[in-house]
């Protein structure tokens, strides 16, 4: 099927409303975000998925054609007013913060989280890709991959994204050159190869004619066999975060009676069925699960992402902000983790203020030591960062008065993120990702102590391949000297 | 799969067992009942807004069984503009008492001193007294740091752009240029006295998911939604409700009799019904498919001007 006018559109993937209505899904909602600039067709792409998959009613079409007055070409409405729902948007004619939109097909329902390509983008794009399974990244035929690429799966990679669909648009303005395609895409697989990422797609495109994104261009590229870019969105996988330890971050204890004493919470990993042995922390007890309890039935089991309300067999002192984990596969405690994070307001982050941490149903206070900055635009770690101004990334140290809980985030989403508070305008001020517990060498390590080493070549690069120098690479400084100048070097210090 | 045997679950007694939702409307649901369960937890004084309508419906169910086997922790407020259809008000009676709710319901007592019509006074400043500033005055005297609210995103553009925790000024402002980040599903609850934060916990749910539920889960909805024979006249290219007694037929205008039923409800002089033979939820679902509008069509207040829904929340509305 060729790309249809805007009037006469039916597709196999496109269903009535009431079909949809009746159907069951198979899947839970897909959710991604989409990183490009208006330059790159973003507003279209978007508009145009929302457009053909009817997600656009007549009135608000009609609302449209209003409002803008004019049309394209192609008979369609300007899709950025469509999508640009603010008034000082519209008047300054800018996107000025993360939008949500919603489209489905017959197979699966969409969650895309649209953010501007400008201006604060480091801190609307990683607000976004927080929750996304999915990262669209869309680059114009005509001038390949940008820096600004780079810097867009650099951020959704850090934010722990590992699926991308490189949509190369414009593709009607290279006419529909193969030979173009395959080397923005073999690019493009590079570079996310270097960031850890493989499954890739991508797809050529014309988000304003509307080939290859919910109906297929063959008519205009007969060379390109692969999906659209709807197939591969339907095809994708949500995280579950299934595997792993059990864990049951306590929301509320509910208490209806003098009978009943539930935990309730949304499991946030792995699995639990009654007789269960689990572990609460930080106390350590340890209970059975003796009911999991819903509304609708008493369930032999609970997965993740499931709310529910847990009965446990004896009588512990359980409060919100404890957690409640597989006695087996416990997280990480401790008063001191590794982490990167999103600085995301004006004052950024400053070294020794004690700062809100969120995590979970958890909150306490915590120390930020910044260790290093990202530099985006080379991917490269610039050690020893004072402070983190406004979208910048960094590695940070994080330092707790009370025991704080964790899994690393590559491991799992919802107990390895949190978020920071500042305590004087209560606004959030980061989010960040934890990579590792510390580990303090006990005694060695002082606040701000440094020792020099001089050891064979062999026996440090072994010594910095363990985890724990691994985990903190960016604060040892390595020089390469002969025996000879080591020991002069060192005698020079006496 | 047993039964519960606590004294907790009156509900199932009457209730055959009804196969399990499916994974989108599961997610969709455990995502609205983490929103309840935080906002609960973190807030020293919640209130929900309840508007009666197919939205509140699913709200109301959701918070049943975020809570249960409790009862809901917070009262209802229904800001009563007294324009509502009589039905609605019924229905709103009748699940207080079923569900065991707290219900506040408020109405403007200047509006209502002044007799505030949409009709006198327009269907805007209508709107800005007896809900807006009701809204507000309920708001206060309740002293809710926390206010629960069926929007979805979806809806319209402003909406879209709305936060889960949204957050309001000590005046109720709403300052979109300068929202809180939401990452992940970390909702940040802090405020000082006097601010407080709207929560949506269907804000990632479209029309489609709202019937789609409702029908899984057998929710009860007011007998508005399904057609009967009802009075009414065209307005304005609306079909408006004859039957209440403050209701004059302009010059010209004939009342007809026939099955109408509505797709939204609101005060009945701005709310439009539409032409239908769907008496059952089924019919009305199957409606759906030939309704190429969206729903919020039939409600003068989005019509005023382009981006009249925006500068309504900036001021207070929900």
Known sequence: MTAPSATAASASNVVPITDAVKSTRDTRPLRLITCGSVDDGKSTLIGRLLWDTKAVKEDQAAALSRDSGKQNDLGLPDFALLLDGLQAEREQGITIDVAYRYFATDRRSFIVADTPGHEQYTRNMATGASTADLAVLLVDARTGLLEQTRRHATIASLMGIKQFVLAVNKFDLVAYDKAVFEKISHDFKELALSLGVRQVTAIPMSALKGENVVYDGRATMPWYDGPTLVETLELATTRTGAAGGFRLPVQRVSRPGESFRGYQGTVAGGSIKPGDSVAILPSGMVANVKQIVTFDLVRNAAVSGDAVTLVLDRQVDVARGDMIVSLDAQPMTGLHFDAQLVALQPGGIEPGKRYWLKAGTRRQRVVVSPLSQLELSTGKWKSHAETLPMNAIGKVRLSFDEAAIFDAYDQNRNTGAFILIDPDTLNTVAGGMITAKRTDLGGIHREGQRVLLSLPADLAEELMATETFANRRDEVDVRRLSAARAAEVLGDLD | ?318
């Open chain 2, 1 to 318: 799969m047993h039964r519960h045997s606590s004294e907790f679950d009156p509900h199932l007694k009457d209730q055959a067992p009804k196969p399990p939702l499916d994974p989108h409307l599961k997610a969709l649901e455990n995502e609205a009942i983490h929103i309840f369960r935080e906002v609960a937890a973190e807030f020293e004084n919640p209130v929900m807004l309840y508007s009666i309508g197919k939205d509140s419906s699913v709200l109301l169910h959701l918070a049943r069984k975020a809570f249960y086997p409790g009862r809901v922790p917070f009262p209802l407020l229904h800001i009563d503009t007294g324009w509502k259809f009589p039905e609605m008000i019924a229905f709103r009676d009748e699940m207080a008492e079923k569900f065991d709710l707290d219900l506040v319901v408020h109405t403007n007592p200047r509006g209502a001193a002044e007799g505030i019509s949409p009709f006198t006074h327009g269907s805007a400043y209508h709107t800005d007294v007896m809900k807006t500033e009701a809204l507000r005055q309920a708001l206060d005297a309740g002293k809710y740091d926390a206010a629960f609210g069926g929007a979805r995103r979806d809806e319209e553009a402003s909406r879209a752009k709305e936060r889960i925790y949204s957050f309001r000024t000590p005046d109720h402002k709403w300052d979109p240029r300068n929202q809180r980040p939401e990452l992940w599903n970390l909702y940040n609850g802090m405020i000082r006295r006097g601010e407080s934060v709207r929560a949506f916990p269907l804000s990632n749910w479209t029309e489609v998911d709202i019937w789609r539920y409702i029908q899984a889960e057998n929710i009860p909805l007011p007998p508005l939604y399904f057609a009967r024979p009802r009075k009414f006249v065209e307005r304005d290219g609306m079909l408006m409700w004859a039957e209440d007694p403050r209701f004059q037929p302009l010059p010209g205008e004939q009342v007809q009799e026939g099955m109408l039923r509505f797709r939204t409800l609101g005060c009945w002089p701005l709310t439009g019904g539409i032409r239908s033979q769907a008496t059952t939820l089924d019919a009305v679902i199957a409606e759906l498919e030939i309704a190429t509008v969206s729903e919020r069509q039939g409600r003068a207040i989005d019509r005023d001007q382009a981006g009249s829904m925006e500068k309504k929340k900036r001021e207070g509305y929900f």
